[in-house]
Each structure stands twice: as C-alpha cells, then as structure tokens.
C-alpha cells in the first residue's frame, strides 16, 4: 500500500464524525490497513469502557466529570501510561492554529 494511500469507513464518520474524542477510536477500526496486528493498549482501555469521551463525561475518583477536553486527554495519558505493550496517543493541541480563536 502507497504511503498516499488512506482509510475512510463512511459509515463511522457519518455516525460520528471525526473528533479528538474518537480519533484513536477510529484509527483502530478493524477495516484499517494502517493499524498494529497486535494488541494495544488502546484496545484494552476501550474493553473496559475508558476512553477520551467516557473521561470526559464521568470523570475519575480524582477528578469528578465532567471535564473539559484537555483534562479528558489527559487522564486517558495517565490510564495508558500505567499499561506497557504498543499504544497510539494524540499529539498536544497546538495552542497557535491559524483560524481559531
């Protein structure tokens, strides 16, 4: 497959768009052909029902939710740090994008 080529599932953005909050969630789609063959540590957070999105409307024992985004990515970093094996994590929120406010 060509360093060009992509993976788009119509049907997951059109149920749920492609955000922060479900960008791994969507990398690791069965269907891709970029993802690991071997387990990761996303998926094993995922089979326990923790992820961004879950973080950010509970919260944790630590930090009742909800939260605001940085602080959900940041509590999924700490859950993913406590996990060895092969892990995807988002890059920092650059804070100087052209066109936002």
Do not use: C
Request: glycine share 10%; no cysteine; hydrophobic share 40%.
């Amino acid at each position: 497959m060509s360093e060009s080529a992509s993976f788009v599932d119509p049907a997951f953005l059109a149920r749920f768009g492609l955000t922060r909050i479900n960008a791994i969630d969507y990398f690791l789609h069965p269907l891709n052909p970029f993802r690991t063959k071997a387990k990761t540590s996303n998926e094993v957070l995922g089979m326990q029902g923790i992820n961004i999105g879950t973080l950010m409307q509970w919260g944790t024992g630590a930090r009742p939710g909800p939260l605001p985004l940085d602080q959900g990515e940041d509590e999924y970093r700490v859950a993913l740090s406590r996990l060895t094996g092969e892990q995807y994590e988002l890059l920092p929120m650059s804070t100087n994008i052209e066109g936002m406010t």
